[in-house]
């Protein structure tokens, strides 16, 4: 079976991870430091705070903004669960915007009809390694006295013009799980501007403590932190952190060998009438995080089941895709407690059942692309 993603850690992470290990400190330390700078050096930003996971690194930042019940956040109406979770988790209420189909993320227009007096940010996505529209949003958010949260679990990487996605905003998120760009296993980072943010987030991934251990220790500095704040225990491990520094190094590597793939994805699918492709917007570059197949809506009912039906045609023929990002009115939850439903968001609807993700990653051999290919090519809608 191709898998849908293979982690790039090899010799480099290994050997970096048992240095971590045989240095004797192995929570949030000076390898963390290391990595932060390194990833917001990347995103030109000159903040970042390691956590454990992007969804942590959402709930932190929406902490360090002040969210509270009542308050509402704008969401795109097609994204990942993760993203939602924590706006709900902390009593107060997402509100999703629905997508544009281009880019698959909110619209500045729906964005603008959406705010009331109790918005108080907005926590857009660039999903699949795509760069979304974020200028205007973030024109908007401006406009009307909003933050903005750019949530790069899957656009670490890609770029507009010259400019790093997650650096339009107030705050980017970043995710290091497996299937992203780089992975450090599990694992996510706040990257700002804003230094408010991120102190809070520094102390809040730290039971609130206003000094991390390494500083204390390294500066010997034996009375305890002041905790001015009620935080959790979100901390990446220096272990991770080592692995990340390295595969941070790899990351334009990596980009490399995606769009060699990409581009031939691209040149065997265009043939396919059954095929919409999904092209990056003008002027950025993507990281290919993903590699999304989208069949051609208007050919099928919504309900068909075209997109299912080739999900299992690929795994019989040894290839693992999955659907990626979801539309939330699918999520339980969240269409039980608010009565979302797909004609609220058409864009999102007919993304959710519309599209897929293929395997791409530096590793895939020419073989196992072709098999990809044969596979996609086979399909009969
Ligand atoms: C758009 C988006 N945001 C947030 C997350 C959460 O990331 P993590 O698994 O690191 O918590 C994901 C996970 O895939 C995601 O796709």
Redo the contacts with the bound molecule.
């Keep these: 079976m191709i898998p849908i993603a293979r982690p790039e850690l090899g010799e480099l992470e290994q050997d970096a991870a048992s240095r971590a290990i045989a240095s004797g400190w192995v929570s949030q330390g000076p390898r963390c430091l290391e990595f932060e700078a390194a990833v917001a050096s990347r995103l030109d930003l000159s903040h970042a705070r390691a956590v454990n ?6 709930l932190l930042t929406l902490i360090a903004l002040g969210v509270k019940p009542g308050d509402e956040v704008i969401v795109p109406a097609f ?2 669960v ?2 939602l979770n924590p706006i709900e988790l902390l009593g107060a209420t997402p509100v999703p915007v629905d997508i544009d189909a281009e880019t698959f993320s909110i619209t500045a227009r729906g964005l603008d009809e959406a705010v009331t007096v109790r918005t108080r940010g907005v926590l857009m ?3 699949f390694g795509l760069a979304a529209h974020v200028e205007p949003v973030a024109d908007v958010c401006q406009r009307r006295g909003l933050w903005l949260i750019e ?5 670490f990487g890609a770029t507009i013009g010259q400019r790093p996605v997650g650096s339009f905003g107030d705050a980017a ?5 497996p ?2 760009l780089i992975t450090t296993g ?3 980072m706040v990257a700002t501007n804003r230094a408010d943010i991120a102190d809070a987030v520094g102390m809040l991934r730290n039971y609130g403590a206003s000094r991390p251990a390494w500083e204390r220790h390294h500066k010997r500095l034996f009375d305890l932190p002041a905790y001015t704040v009620a935080g959790l225990n979100c901390k990446m491990t220096d272990i991770q952190a080592a692995v990340g520094i390295e595969q941070v190094r790899r990351m334009d590597a990596f980009i490399e060998a995606r769009t060699c793939i990409a581009e031939r994805y691209d040149d065997a699918f265009q043939r396919l009438d059954w095929i919409e492709p999904v092209a990056p917007r003008g002027g950025s570059i993507p990281s290919w995080q993903s590699y999304l197949l989208r069949v051609e809506s208007s050919r099928f009912s919504s309900r068909n089941g075209v997109r299912d039906r080739l999900l299992a045609h690929l795994d019989a023929h040894g290839v693992a895709a999955v659907q ?2 979801q539309g939330m009115h699918t999520i339980h939850y969240y269409s039980q407690k608010y009565g979302w439903a797909g004609d609220h968001f058409p864009a999102a609807d007919i993304a959710d059942r519309s599209t897929l993700c293929l395997p791409i990653f530096p590793s895939l051999s020419p073989q196992e692309q072709d098999v990809v290919i044969e596979a996609v090519c086979s399909f009969r809608p």
């Design positions: 996971s992007c969804t942590n690194a959402i994204t990942c993760a993203a996505a660039h999903l949530d790069i679990a899957l656009g998120v970043v995710s290091f799980h299937r992203k599990e694992g996510g990626s990002a």
